[in-house]
């Protein structure tokens, strides 16, 4: 069975520039997160959808934004870039019922 | 608020050597889930065990174990007879019973298995 699949692996973007992560989980998984990784701040809650709503929401300025599609794909944007947005992205997908299933992650660098 | 600490930051051992790595949590949520991810180089977070608030019962999987008690807080890993693919970042968490997909993690602690 396929597991969670992150596009594209690695990005390097502008300040100012916008982005687009994908997400795609694993088949029947209706539930996705996001999470940002950095050295400094750790790993930390972006927000979660479940059946295209958002429930959660963690502490990131409004630039940062996500949807997911009917048939559970998720994205999340970042706009205006800032050297900081620099981490690597990281979502995960859930049945609901058990753990989280990470994919590998988008490494982004902002130059 | 919820909060992880792994007072860890790195742990060296030498192979065959058994290690525990601490999590202390706190939370105000009387239902909540605890999990260990571990996380290689390449970057992916592998899921490792979960285990529920009103689950006490210490988990075996062949090398590793989990002792957790909720008297202390405490959630700890302990791999025993480790190995040199055991060198990673592990990763201690907490999801309240609400939080819907929100880990609380902790910072980390790297640990370096030496042949």
């Known amino acids: 069975k396929a597991g969670v699949t992150q596009t594209p692996r690695y990005l390097i973007k502008t300040r100012g520039q916008q982005v687009t992560l994908s997400c795609s989980p694993i088949s029947g998984h209706r539930s996705v997160s996001w999470y940002q990784q950095t050295p400094g701040q750790g790993l930390q809650f972006l927000f979660e959808?479940?059946?295209?709503?958002?429930?959660n929401k963690g502490n990131f300025p409004g630039r940062f934004s996500g949807r997911q599609f009917s048939n559970s794909r998720s994205e999340m944007n970042v706009s205006t870039l800032e050297l900081g947005d620099s981490a690597l992205y990281l979502c995960?997908?859930?049945?609901?019922?058990?753990?989280?299933?990470f994919g590998s992650g988008t490494r982004l660098t902002v130059v | 608020a919820q909060k992880v600490t792994q007072a860890q930051t790195e742990i060296s051992v030498v192979e065959k050597e058994d290690v525990t790595l601490d999590c202390v949590y706190e939370?105000?949520?009387?239902?909540?889930?605890l999990f260990w991810y571990k996380q290689p180089p390449s970057g992916e977070l592998v899921f490792l065990i979960r285990r529920n608030s009103f689950d006490e019962q210490n988990e075996i999987s062949g090398r590793y174990s989990w002792n957790f008690q909720k008297s202390t807080s405490s959630f700890n890993f302990t791999i025993t007879a480790s190995q040199v693919v055991d060198s990673a970042v592990y990763f201690c968490?907490?999801?309240?019973?609400?939080?819907?997909?929100?880990?609380?993690f902790g910072q980390g602690t790297i640990l370096t298995v030496h042949p």
């Open positions: 968490a907490l999801e309240g019973g609400t939080s819907y997909g929100k880990l609380t």
């Open positions: 939370t105000r949520d009387t239902t909540y889930y």
């Open positions: 959808y479940f059946s295209e709503t958002q429930r």
């Open positions: 995960a997908s859930s049945l609901g019922m058990d753990g989280y299933t």
